[in-house]
């Protein structure tokens, strides 16, 4: 009997061993990413700024009295707060409401900065997943390509590109996101080098999967962390590119308008109004941090070697 209840027991013992053993296997790649990625303070209150910002740039337009395209002939450089005719950060030179404007030219830098971002992934995926993969001839154009492409000057390739298709709202992150896509193809292409001669894959090519499918069901998924790190810190490179854009006069054109094309408004009436250019910035720089600092926050909680 007594050793009937020690084997027993030893046997409950390696049961719950087991089981916190299958519980640290369960616990996935990304469920442990998003617990660290909240005990990162910075990444954390960083995700919350953009959220925030998103919201409000695209619900708060709803709840003012002003339309950002409207102009208050009675109050032309009104100072904050007018609340008592909905102006609560006053207006311009030409009489528009500030916040309505800024609301606005927040929405048109988020959706440049998401849809670019999402053409420079679609196509830098794509290019860099088949090079590695492939390799051979295959790769050596592609990233010759890359290489031709890298010499040209960023900013001279997208004012052909806006010279050739226009200065067009739904071309103009058409045109960023087929620039910045070159930098998505390197990452990519030597993550899939490095996978391409792992087990998993070999066992696939076993099994009789074709190469599309190897790429998109076993490559792809694999390389999701790297690409997704790579999206958050892409997107304020490409806000940034296209607030230099509006503040040359080659982005956005008025009435439409972008916190760029704020700041470029703001500067020329610093001396008066010096609101017009702090408010933008200061709207723009935190959304540009807060990518920054996420991306940076992401990139530690998916790196495995400090898990």
Request: net charge neutral; charged share 15%.
């Amino acid at each position: 009997m007594e050793f009937f209840k020690i084997f027993s027991q030893s046997s409950e013992r390696n049961s719950k061993s087991l089981n916190s053993f299958k519980d640290v296997e369960e616990r996935s790649l990304w469920s442990t990413a998003i617990q660290r990625l909240i005990l990162n303070r910075a990444a954390f209150v960083s995700a919350l700024l953009i959220i925030f910002l998103a919201f409000i740039c695209f619900v708060g337009p709803y709840f003012l009295s002003w339309s950002y395209d409207e102009i208050d002939w009675d109050l032309i450089e009104a100072t904050p707060p007018n609340i008592n005719n909905g102006h609560y950060l006053g207006t311009d030179s030409l009489g528009r409401d500030l916040l309505a404007r800024i609301l606005q030219g927040g929405q048109v830098s988020f959706q440049v900065g998401l849809l670019a971002t999402m053409v420079a992934v679609i196509i830098g995926v794509t290019v860099g997943s088949l090079a590695g993969f492939l390799g051979g001839w295959i790769d050596q154009v592609l990233m010759r390509i890359v290489d031709i492409l890298y010499v040209i000057p960023l900013m001279f390739f997208i004012i052909i590109l806006m010279v050739i298709f226009g200065r067009n709202f739904y071309l103009m992150f058409i045109a960023i996101g087929f620039v910045e896509w070159l930098t998505m193809s390197r990452i990519v292409r030597g993550q899939t080098m490095a996978l391409r001669h792992r087990e998993f894959i070999d066992s696939a090519r076993v099994s009789g999967s074709s190469n599309t499918r190897i790429i998109l069901k076993h490559i792809i998924p694999n390389i999701l962390g790297v690409v997704i790190v790579y999206v958050t810190l892409t997107i304020p490179q490409v806000i940034l590119l296209e607030s230099f854009l509006s503040f040359l006069g080659l982005g956005v054109q008025p009435p439409m308008t972008s916190w760029g094309a704020l700041i470029s408004e703001g500067a020329r009436e610093m001396e008066i109004t010096p609101r017009t250019l702090i408010v933008p910035a200061l709207f723009l720089s935190t959304a540009l941090f807060s990518f920054n600092f996420l991306g940076d926050g992401l990139r530690d909680a998916l790196d495995p070697r400090d898990r």
